[in-house]
C-alpha cells in the first residue's frame, strides 16, 4: 500500500501531501516504529502523532504512574517488554518497562522513578499532554514457570517492573512469596496489587518504617532456609539488590531471573551501548533481555558501564533544576 508523503511541520504535527487525508491513517515504516495518525479537527490537512497521557498518578513525591495511548504497543505488549520513549522532539530515548496494557482501550501503564533530567521532564507534563515517541513494544518477554513455587522480589521501582510479571505467574497457577522493599514506607508500591497475586506478602524497608527492618535479602534467605519450596526466584531492583540476590540463591542451588538496567539508546541491537557479560559471553540487554539467568551475570561490570555518564548527567539534571526554579521565580514575580 503507497502511503501518503508526510512532512514533519512541528513536534508531534505531520502535513500530508494529500487533497483529502485520510482519517486516521496508519504508517507502518519499520515493524516497530508504528504511527497512530489522527487528523487535527482545526486543520484538517494536519494530523497529529498522539501518544498521549490520559491520566496521570502520583504515587509518591519521586514516583508516577502515566497511563498512554499507545495501542500497537498495548496489542503486542507481554511480561517482561519494555518501551523506548521520547518526552519532546529533541530529548533523551529512555527505557521504562510496561507495567500493564490494556488491548481493548489501546492505553499501557509505566510507573516511573524521577531521578534524572528525563524522567524529572517527564514528571512536569500533565494528562492531556503527550509524549513524542512510545516505540516498542522491546525485549524478549518473561520466561514464565508453571504450577510452582516461586518468589518474587521487588526493589524500589522495580516493584512496577515486576507487577505484569507476577500477574503472569499467577494465571500460570503459581504459589507466588512476594517481598517488597524499599528504603523507607513512602517508596513501597503496588502494595495491594501483589498482595492480591501472592500467597504471602513480605515488606522490607531500609529504616524500618514499614514491615521488617532490612533488606530483600534477608526476608529471602529466611523463606529459602525454611520449610517453603521455591524453584525459582523473579528479582528487579538496584542492581546492588539484585547482585545480592544472586548470590543468596546460588547457595541454595535456586533459578533466579534478574532484569538489567543496562544504559539503553536504540533498544533495537544496534548501538552496543546495553553490552552486557552474561557466562562470559557478551549479550546485548535490549534483544537478548533485559532478563537473564541471574547466575550468569557479571553484576561488577554492568555497575561500571551504568557509571559511565554519571558526570554528563548530574551535570543535565543540575542544569535542569536551575531551568525549573529560575521558570518557577518568574511565574510567581
Ligand atoms: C529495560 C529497562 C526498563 C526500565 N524500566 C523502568 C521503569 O519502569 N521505571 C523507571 O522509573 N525506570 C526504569 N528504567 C530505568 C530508566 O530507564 C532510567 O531511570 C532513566 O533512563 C533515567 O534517565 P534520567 O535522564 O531521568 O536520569 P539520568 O540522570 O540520565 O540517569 C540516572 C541513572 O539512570 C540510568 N540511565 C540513564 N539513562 C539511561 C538509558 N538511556 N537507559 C537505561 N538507563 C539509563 C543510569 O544508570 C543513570 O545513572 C528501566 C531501565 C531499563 C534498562
Ligand atoms: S540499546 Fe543499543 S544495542 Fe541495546
Redesign the pocket.
Known amino acids: 500500500m503507497l502511503f501518503p508523503r508526510i512532512e514533519k511541520t512541528q513536534p508531534c504535527e505531520w502535513e500530508f501531501d494529500t487533497r483529502e487525508p485520510p482519517k486516521i491513517v496508519i504508517f507502518e515504516g519499520f515493524d516497530y516504529a508504528r504511527f497512530l495518525l489522527i487528523p487535527n479537527e482545526d486543520n484538517p490537512k494536519r494530523c497529529i502523532l498522539e501518544y498521549r497521557i490520559l491520566e496521570k498518578q502520583t504515587i509518591s513525591p519521586t514516583l508516577t504512574r502515566y497511563r498512554i495511548h499507545a495501542p500497537f504497543v498495548a496489542r503486542k505488549a507481554q511480561p517482561g517488554n519494555?518501551v523506548i520513549i521520547r518526552v519532546n522532539d529533541s530529548g533523551?530515548?529512555?527505557?521504562?518497562?510496561i507495567?500493564e496494557s490494556d488491548p481493548a482501550s489501546g492505553t499501557v501503564v509505566?510507573?516511573?522513578?524521577?531521578?534524572?533530567?528525563?524522567?524529572?521532564l517527564m514528571a512536569t507534563l500533565c494528562a492531556g499532554g503527550s509524549l513524542a515517541d512510545v516505540v516498542g513494544p522491546l525485549?524478549k518477554p518473561t520466561e514464565i514457570v508453571s504450577d510452582q513455587s516461586v518468589a518474587c522480589i521487588g526493589g524500589g521501582?522495580g516493584t512496577?517492573?515486576l507487577y505484569p510479571i507476577a500477574k503472569a505467574l499467577y494465571k500460570a497457577g503459581n504459589r507466588l512469596s512476594t517481598i517488597i522493599g524499599a528504603r523507607t514506607k513512602e517508596l513501597i508500591i503496588l502494595r495491594e496489587e501483589m498482595a492480591a497475586l501472592s500467597h504471602e506478602l513480605i515488606i522490607t524497608t531500609d529504616d524500618g518504617s514499614a514491615g521488617r527492618t532490612g533488606l530483600v535479602t534477608d526476608a529471602l534467605r529466611n523463606l529459602l532456609g525454611g520449610s517453603s519450596d521455591i524453584s525459582t526466584v523473579y528479582a528487579i531492583g538496584p542492581l546492588p539488590m539484585m547482585k545480592a540476590v544472586a548470590e543468596l540463591t546460588r547457595g541454595f542451588g535456586t533459578k533466579t531471573f534478574v532484569?538489567?538496567?543496562?544504559?539503553?539508546?536504540d533498544g533495537t541491537g544496534m548501538c552496543g551501548g546495553c553490552r552486557v557479560t552474561i557466562g562470559g559471553t557478551m549479550k546485548f540487554?535490549c534483544v537478548d533481555g533485559?532478563e537473564f539467568d541471574a547466575h550468569q551475570v557479571d553484576f561488577d561490570e554492568i555497575m561500571l558501564r551504568?557509571r559511565t555518564y554519571?558526570e554528563m548527567?548530574l551535570l543535565?539534571?543540575g542544569l535542569f533544576e536551575r531551568g525549573q526554579a529560575c521558570a518557577a521565580q518568574e511565574a510567581t514575580s
Open positions: 519494555f533523551e530515548r529512555i527505557p521504562l518497562t507495567c509505566l510507573i516511573v522513578q524521577a531521578i534524572g533530567k528525563t524522567t524529572k525485549g521501582v512496577a517492573e532484569s538489567l538496567n543496562a544504559v539503553m539508546v540487554a533485559p551504568n554519571r548527567e543535565s539534571d
